[in-house]
């Protein structure tokens, strides 16, 4: 009896090539593609995701490997794929550090940073609290399995082989970061309209008495103030931003 194993070298470059896509996701998606988080954890969930899904999209991948020419592009085209795939979902994000940007500042607490997990570098107490609380709710909604959903139907999308459309991957960045910005300050509105009124009634307090040192009794009133707003809301805030994850994930698995 004889075992034909003359396709195990395809079968291997098939599988590094969707491991270069999903892996290339998996370290940029919120949640798992953090610094905090073990190299080993992140390798291994790609692994396991790649072992998963090349099953399912293995005759998508026609190589020829007595060049390696083609393979080195399609090896560029899967990372590039992956790469947009994980920043997208990764943009989605920053609607929570704009959020908390704009309420530290309202509050009183712009000058208040630490060292955010989400990002790896400095930023706002409020962003980064805010982020932490987003990623949880995504987890503990089992919102991540849109994910995996995204990550089987890219293969519909974007067909191993094909070069991605430059304009629609451009057109597809501009709406995320556009809609990221807009929903950051639509999740800050109430704090915009506290800051706008509480800042108004100091003026016209320190108008009336002006030996008052309005800084040294508005600081710590403001701060409280806030933090009762953001303790009213936040459930709201939290509710509009899944809601909007969730848009975002459907939009990059239209076929789940």
């Known amino acids: 009896m004889t075992i034909d194993?003359?396709?195990?070298?395809?079968?291997a470059a098939a599988f590094l090539l969707a491991f270069a896509r999903i892996g290339t996701m998996v370290m940029l998606l919120p949640g798992l593609g953090e610094l905090s988080v073990p190299l080993r954890v992140r390798l291994t969930v790609a692994l396991v995701l790649t072992a998963v899904l090349l099953p399912l999209h293995r005759s998508a991948y026609v190589l020829d490997l007595r060049s390696f020419g083609p393979v080195l592009l399609t090896l560029g085209q899967e990372l590039l794929v992956g790469a947009v795939l994980g920043l997208v979902a990764r943009l989605t994000i920053s609607a929570l550090q704009v959020a908390g940007s704009v309420v530290a500042q309202q509050m009183g607490l712009g000058f208040v940073t630490a060292?955010?997990?989400?990002?790896?570098?400095?930023?706002m107490?409020?962003?980064?609290f805010l982020s932490i609380l987003g990623i949880t709710l995504i987890f503990a909604t089992d919102l991540h399995h849109l994910v995996i959903a995204a990550l089987n139907d890219s293969y519909t999308l974007f067909k191993p082989g094909e070069i991605p459309v430059i304009g629609d991957v451009?057109?597809?960045?501009?709406r995320t970061v556009t809609s990221a910005f807009r929903i950051g300050v639509q999740l800050a509105a109430p704090f915009l309209v506290f800051g706008?009124?509480?800042?108004?009634?100091?003026?016209?307090l320190?108008?009336?008495m002006p030996q008052?040192?309005?800084?040294?009794?508005?600081?710590?009133?403001?701060?409280?103030v806030g933090f009762l707003i953001l303790l009213l809301v936040v459930g709201a805030m939290m509710m509009t931003f899944f809601d909007y994850v969730e848009g975002v994930l459907r939009e990059l698995a239209p076929h789940s």
């Open 5 to 11: 194993v003359s396709f195990l070298p395809t079968l």
């Open 115 to 123: 060292v955010d997990p989400t990002q790896g570098q400095q930023g």
């Open 125 to 128: 107490i409020v962003g980064s």
């Open 170 to 174: 451009a057109s597809l960045f501009s």
């Open 196 to 204: 706008l009124l509480f800042n108004l009634g100091l003026g016209v």
């Open 206 to 208: 320190s108008r009336l």
């Open 212 to 224: 008052m040192q309005v800084f040294f009794v508005g600081m710590p009133l403001s701060i409280l």
